[in-house]
């Protein structure tokens, strides 16, 4: 699993900075929560790996890793806008293929 | 193959005008869809869709064929059987909640059911029984609940599944919700039901052979030699959701009863076969 | 040796710029390429694609041979296997960046690989 330790590496070299000084753990919570609700708003079309997300996320959290647990919920956020956008636009068009309309 | 590609593009042109086919009732969709299969796999006889890939690879199912001497699932099917058949602790027994005694039924399952306003499948009937007469509830994707079910389909053998839409809104509701389901990609691959079993059966995924829609239903309960058991077919939904990398839906959730409805019904005609092996 | 330093600079900055870089890929770009390509859990090409030598391949898509030739073009390559559902809407091909499956600098080094077929 590279990609997340790059993600982790990437987001640490960017994030240290800003967090040190907004707080880690509301910047945290901030970003986590936006990343729970549009999951939820996906509805039937949720994500394992978004919830995979937050779920790494918060057990970051819980051990004092905010620099990851911001990462991770970030990363969240925007896996749960794309299944947000997938199923807004599947409303429609899941009638490209369906037989008999 | 090509023959196959002849088809989706065709398919392709009818569907651009889909304004024109809205409303067409489930028996039209039906009609359709064996259309579709029968020209994708014209030397598949009608009656073999229900073998999935082993109607389509003759390899698979050499294989098989040399697996139905001793059927995995027999076990589980004589000890659903002793299930049925033993009373509940008020004395009665299952049969007493099912049509002819539960013997011969499967092929009509799932039903809508008009009063409660909702689809009703073999197992939620199972467990609905059990809780009228002061039983647990099983769980839903495998052990006894399969087995029962496994043992009612194999009493249900050869008969022609038998789906009814009634002429009620709220049944053709469910109904175009489980087609809706079936159609529509999901999870972070982007797959819907029929991106593999519409679109591409008869084709490889890395090892795994992709069968059609068709028939899908009627071998279920399934013995997997993935699971090592029987499992019943919402286990087998979430399956391919995750598979998909889409969060699966509680088995026997509205969702997935509506789904098996929509499914089913595609595949009325053909003989249950439950319960089958699968790789 | 200075030219070894300098393609790993290279290297770091091509994985680190937004835009994808069309330097001269290294042997380990290549490498690892081939590496997300087969992997499951990234560009799991093999499912649909037989390429290279690649076992037990799946059919669904075509064969991913003389990519140089067929896609001469690597921007349009690049955008297709960000979302193919943008050419062709039917396709069962994943959005592998539009969805987040490989980031742009994973599918630039998949795209590395791919010319070497």
Redesign the interface.
Known sequence: MKKPLLAIGISLALSVPLVAQAGPKEDFQEVYSKAESTHQDAGTFQWTITSDRLKSAKSAADSGDYEKAVAMANEALKLAEESVAQRKQQKEAWRQVAIGN | MLKAKVI?VA??AA?AV?QA??G?TPE??????VE?FKQMFPDVPFEEFVNGQYALNEDRRKQWESMQDFPPYEFAVAEGQEMFETPFANGKTYASCFENGGIGIRQNYPYFDTEKNEVITLELAINRCREANGEEPLKWKKGAIASISAYMASTSQGKPINIKVPDDPDALAAYQDG???Y??????????C???H???PG?????DFLSPALGQPANFPVHRSKWGELGTLHRRFAGCN?NV???P?PAQSE?YRNLEYFLTYMSNGLPVVGPATRP | MRKGLISVCLTTLALSATAPVFAEPTQADIDRGKELAYSRKDGNCLACHKMDDGKLTGNIGPELADMKARFPDRELLFKRIWDETQFNPMTVMPPFGRHMILSKQEINRIIDYLYTL
């Open positions: 989706l398919l392709g569907l889909p086919l809205a067409a039209e969709d039906r009609k359709e869809t579709y087609k809706e389901f159609y529509s990609r999901r999870g972070q691959l982007n797959f819907s029929a991106s593999c519409v679109q591409n084709k490889w995924i890395r090892a995750n990398r889409a969060e839906l969702e």
